[in-house]
C-alpha cells in the first residue's frame, strides 16, 4: 500500500492490514521472525547497517520486523507518526522516563495512577535523582499548581485502576505545551479503540500490551507511541543499549490481537455496561464506580473523551457498617463466583473479578487507601465477553447471600 493510501483508510481497516510488507513467499497471515539476528550480505554492508547509514535488520535488540509489523500497526491505531515495542508496559514507562530525564528533573503524576508506575518513578528514580510530585487525578489546576522549572513531564493515565476518574487530556495538554513541558498519557484502560491521546495533544502515549490488545491474557508487551523525532531519535537508540526491547513472538501474538481489539472493546463495554447498570439496582451494592453511568462525575467528559463509551473495567462497593465488614463481604462476593476468574489481570476476554485493597493495592496503607476513596468493599470487575446474564447470575450467588 502507498503512504497516500494509507493515509486515508479508517482504523479498522489499518488494524488488520498495517503490517511490514510481505516476504518473497506471500504468506497472507504476517510472518514471525523468531531470529536472534540477521544475515548480512556482505562485510560493507553489514558496517554500513550497524552505523545506521543503511536500513536493514542486524540483531533483534536494536529491531525485527514482526516488532516493527506491531509497532506500524500500533501507530496507526494510535495516530502517532511512530512507536516502538518494549518488552512489558512497565519496560515502556521506564524507557520513556530514561530517554525523556535526568537527574534533578521533575515529573508530575496523578497520585492514583497504576501502583508499579508509583513506585517506579516516586521510588526507584528518585535514587537517581528525578524529582517527582503526585496530584489528584480529575483537578487540572492541582497539574498546573505542580509545575516547577525543573519540570520536565506530566504522566496521567485515564480512566484509572480501580475508581475510574478521568482526566481531561486536552486541558492537561494545554497546561503542558504552555510550560513547555512533555504530557504522557497511559492508555492502557481505554485503548486506542476508544480514545487516542495523541489526537487530544498528548506527546507521548504509553501501552501494557499484556492487556487489552493482547486481549487474551497471554503475552507481556509494551510500547512507547509518539513523534518521530522522539521515538526513532531518543528512544530507539537507548533501548538498543538497554535491551528493554519486545520478543518477536509476544510481538507476533500482540500485532493478530490488535486485529479484533476494537470489536472486543466495543463489545466488552457494553456488557459492562448492562452490569454496571444493574449493579446499581442492586440493595446489596453501596456504589458502583463506572464512566459509562450517568451517576458518574465525570460522565460527560467520559462519553466525550472516549468516543461515548464506558470501557470494559468496573469497581463497586458493597454496601457494610465498618471496613471489616466490608473487607469480609467482598470476599464472600468474590468466592461466590464460578464464571469469573480470581486474577489480577484486566482487559482479557475472560471476566476478572478482583480485592484492590487486599492486592493491586494492598501495599499501601490503610491511611493511603482511605485517602484514594478505596475502601475494604470495594470489588473491581473488568468485564468480558460471556454472556451478561451469565455475568449478573455470577455476581447475584454472592449479592444475594450477604
Ligand atoms: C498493567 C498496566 C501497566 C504495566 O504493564 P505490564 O505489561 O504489566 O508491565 C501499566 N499501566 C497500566 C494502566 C496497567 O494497567
Redesign the pocket.
Known amino acids: 500500500m502507498t503512504p497516500e493510501l494509507l493515509a486515508t483508510l479508517h482504523p479498522d481497516t489499518l488494524a488488520v492490514r498495517q503490517a511490514m510488507p510481505r516476504s518473497a513467499y506471500g504468506e497472507h497471515s504476517e510472518a514471525l521472525y523468531l531470529t536472534s539476528s540477521f544475515v548480512q550480505p556482505d562485510a560493507a554492508t553489514a558496517a554500513r547497517r550497524f552505523a545506521g547509514e543503511e536500513e536493514g535488520y542486524t540483531y533483534s535488540r536494536t529491531s525485527n520486523p514482526t516488532v516493527s509489523s506491531f509497532e506500524r500497526r500500533l501507530a496507526a491505531l494510535e495516530g502517532t507518526e511512530s512507536a516502538i515495542g518494549t518488552a512489558?508496559?512497565?519496560?515502556?514507562?521506564l524507557l520513556m522516563c530514561m530517554a525523556l530525564l535526568k537527574a534533578g528533573d521533575h515529573v508530575i503524576c496523578s497520585q492514583s495512577?497504576?501502583g508499579?508506575?508509583l513506585n517506579l518513578i516516586g521510588k526507584e528514580l528518585a535514587r537517581f535523582g528525578v524529582q517527582s510530585s503526585f496530584v489528584a487525578q480529575t483537578d487540572a489546576t492541582a497539574w498546573q499548581a505542580a509545575l516547577r522549572p525543573e519540570t520536565r513531564l506530566m504522566f496521567a493515565?485515564t480512566p484509572?485502576?480501580p475508581l475510574t476518574d478521568l482526566c481531561d487530556i486536552q486541558a492537561l495538554a494545554d497546561i503542558a505545551h504552555a510550560a513547555g513541558v512533555f504530557l504522557a498519557v497511559?492508555n492502557?484502560?481505554a485503548s486506542p479503540a476508544l480514545q487516542q491521546p495523541a489526537k487530544l495533544g498528548a506527546d507521548l502515549v504509553?501501552h501494557?500490551?499484556?492487556?487489552f490488545l493482547d486481549g487474551q491474557g497471554r503475552v507481556?508487551?509494551?510500547a512507547v507511541c509518539g513523534p518521530r523525532a522522539l521515538i526513532d531519535d531518543k528512544l530507539a537508540p537507548l533501548i538498543r543499549s538497554a535491551g528493554m526491547n519486545l520478543s518477536p513472538f509476544n510481538a507476533w501474538v500482540v500485532l493478530k490481537g490488535m486485529e479484533t481489539l476494537s470489536l472486543r472493546v466495543k463489545a466488552q463495554s457494553a456488557n459492562a455496561l448492562a452490569l454496571a447498570q444493574w449493579l446499581e439496582q442492586q440493595p446489596q451494592v453501596a456504589r458502583v464506580y463506572y464512566p459509562g453511568l450517568a451517576s458518574h462525575p465525570q460522565h460527560d467528559l467520559a462519553m466525550r473523551q472516549q468516543s461515548g463509551l464506558g470501557g470494559a473495567v468496573l469497581s463497586f462497593d458493597v454496601r457494610a457498617n465498618s471496613p471489616e465488614e466490608g473487607r469480609t463481604r467482598a470476599f464472600h462476593v468474590i468466592d461466590h463466583t464460578q464464571v469469573c476468574s480470581i486474577t489480577a489481570n484486566?482487559?482479557d476476554t475472560k471476566t476478572t473479578i478482583t480485592h484492590p485493597a487486599s492486592t493491586s493495592h494492598g501495599r499501601l496503607t490503610e491511611a493511603q487507601r482511605q485517602a484514594a476513596g478505596l475502601g475494604q468493599g470495594l470489588i473491581r470487575v473488568a468485564v468480558g465477553l460471556e454472556h451478561i446474564d451469565d455475568l449478573k447470575a455470577d455476581l447475584a450467588r454472592g449479592l444475594d447471600t450477604l
Do not use: P, R
Open positions: 512489558s508496559g512497565m519496560s515502556a514507562i495512577m497504576f508499579s508506575t493515565e484509572t485502576n497511559d492502557c484502560f504509553i501494557s500490551g499484556t492487556k507481556m508487551a509494551g484486566l482487559g
